[in-house]
């Protein structure tokens, strides 16, 4: 099957620890991006990916940090340093080439704080 | 600011009504438009798109689109709802070369039935 696979689907943070988050996709996109949700507020950009070996900041990448080492794995670190972590991670990728491009999304990551 | 709105936070329809939903956008020129799902459980999935062409967008499901440019807007309807469309639904928007989505902070729908 081709898509776009997290894990885990839940994952538990103690106080100062970091967590690594995993999104692969076989769908041979360049292009990956990390989201989160909050309830009330949407999804918003944390970090994106063009390119391997190229990422960008979104709007609140305060606290986190990606690599992209290979095409197909983009993952996600929530560091200590992001006070409130508790909320649903959305990987997605881009189809095509060019301006008229689509976003695909994983089922997602639910982290909490203990 | 750049945004995307969306005005009902919560919609409550009865099965077979007819829904609207509003999106409206702040940017200026050239802009792609997405409404996406997120049905109980599941993951974020695209219910259509509007690049250009047509303003009268078809998406799955027997929902549809009207982008007008005037209005900066972008609202989702369907002319009777089902049970089964009870979710959450978001309005998104892309604009300049690279696809940074931006979303609206989404309507939940609850269809009884």
């Known amino acids: 099957d081709g898509g776009i696979t997290q894990s885990p689907k839940y994952l538990f943070r103690k106080e100062g620890q970091n967590v690594t988050l995993s999104c692969e996709q076989n769908?041979?996109?360049?292009?990956m991006y990390w989201y989160r949700q909050d309830p009330g507020q949407g999804l918003r950009l944390i970090y994106y990916?063009?390119?391997?070996?190229?990422?960008q900041k979104g709007d609140i990448a305060e606290g986190y940090s990606v690599s992209r080492e290979k095409k197909e794995s983009f993952p996600l670190t929530v560091t200590s340093a992001q006070k409130n972590p508790t909320a649903f991670y959305l990987c997605?990728?881009?189809?095509?080439?060019?301006?008229?491009?689509?976003?695909?999304f994983g089922p997602g990551t639910r982290l909490l704080v203990l | 600011a750049q945004s995307v709105s969306q005005h009902n936070h919560h919609v409550i329809l009865s099965e077979a009504a007819s829904l609207e939903l509003g999106c409206n956008y702040s940017?200026?020129?050239?802009?792609?438009l997405f409404w996406y799902v997120q049905y109980p459980g599941q993951h974020l999935q695209l219910l259509l798109k509007?690049?250009?062409?047509?303003?009268l967008v078809k998406g799955i499901k027997g929902f549809e689109a009207e982008f007008i440019k005037s209005k900066f807007s972008f609202n989702l309807r369907k002319p009777s709802v089902q049970w089964s469309d009870t979710a959450e639904y978001f309005c998104?928007?892309?604009?300049?070369?690279?696809?940074?989505?931006?979303f609206g902070t989404g309507t939940r729908l609850l269809v009884s039935p």
């Open positions: 997605a990728s881009r189809s095509g080439r060019g301006l008229q491009e689509t976003q695909y």
């Open positions: 998104a928007v892309t604009r300049g070369g690279f696809q940074k989505l931006v």
């Open positions: 940017y200026g020129g050239t802009v792609n």
């Open positions: 990916s063009q390119i391997v070996n190229d990422f």
């Open positions: 509007y690049f250009s062409g047509d303003p």
């Open positions: 769908l041979n996109h360049d292009a």
